[in-house]
């Protein structure tokens, strides 16, 4: 059974400084994996979708790297802003599987202060 | 603007009760889901539809029911069967290509629902 995990489950940086955001799986046999940002009380919203034959994705200020032989994922926000405070997620895909079926990790929350 | 309507936003049930979480997409989305979010955890799947009339059970599915009669909608109902039912409810819709992990899910604004 696939699991996700997301170390640290809570994150506080200063404005400014870079945020590097961690995801392990543990089964490698994965079709995708995506990273999402949730406000607080609110729906999620994609960040980046990066496909298992491809080792990163880029957007803006976004950069999201893939290894699935080591089971990870790195979610890395440059110059971080106080908007950037939200909890991201992590999700995969499972290869062949059924209905698009995601299995999501519990979630970085990051602060970042003015 | 396309998008998915969740509703209530907040929701307030007494227990042996049973409540329907509103889903409406106007995405022309063929696939919807219902996920389950409950605090610092991630999501759990509750039941998909990959076409209208057709529904398949998620990770969680006792305790609650679906309808697809219509592509634009998916009703979940939280019956009272469902032991532990205060939670915040997801739903979430994808497009063509989505049975093979092609297309990235839209999210709705979710409900939360609490049991008094």
């Known amino acids: 059974k696939q699991e996700v995990t997301q170390i640290p489950a809570a994150l506080s940086v200063p404005e400014g400084e870079n945020l590097v955001l961690n995801c392990s799986f543990t089964d490698s046999a994965i079709y995708n994996l995506q990273w999402f940002r949730q406000d607080p009380g609110k729906g999620l919203t994609s960040l980046l979708l990066i496909q298992s034959s491809q080792r990163e994705q880029t957007s803006g200020r976004l950069n999201a790297s893939l290894d699935k032989s080591s089971g990870r994922s790195t979610l890395y926000i440059a110059a971080s802003q106080p908007g950037d405070s939200a909890t991201y997620l992590c999700?995969?895909?499972?290869?062949?599987?059924?209905?698009?079926?995601?299995?999501f990790g519990g979630g970085t929350r990051v602060l970042v202060k003015p | 603007d396309g998008g998915i309507t969740q509703s209530p936003k907040y929701l307030f049930r007494k227990e042996g009760q049973n409540v329907t979480l509103s889903c409406e997409q106007n995405?022309?989305?063929?696939?919807m889901y219902w996920y389950r979010q409950d605090p610092g955890q991630g999501l759990r799947l509750i039941y998909y539809s990959q076409i209208v009339n057709d529904f398949q059970k998620g990770d969680i599915a006792e305790g609650y029911s679906v309808s697809r009669e219509k592509k634009e909608s998916f009703p979940l109902t939280v019956t009272s069967a469902q032991k532990n039912p205060t939670a915040f409810y997801l739903c979430a819709s994808a497009g063509q290509g989505a049975f093979f992990g092609a297309n990235v899910l839209t999210f709705g604004a979710g409900s939360r629902l609490t049991v008094l």
């Open positions: 999700a995969v895909t499972r290869i062949k599987a059924a209905g698009n079926k995601l299995t």
């Open positions: 995405l022309n989305h063929d696939a």
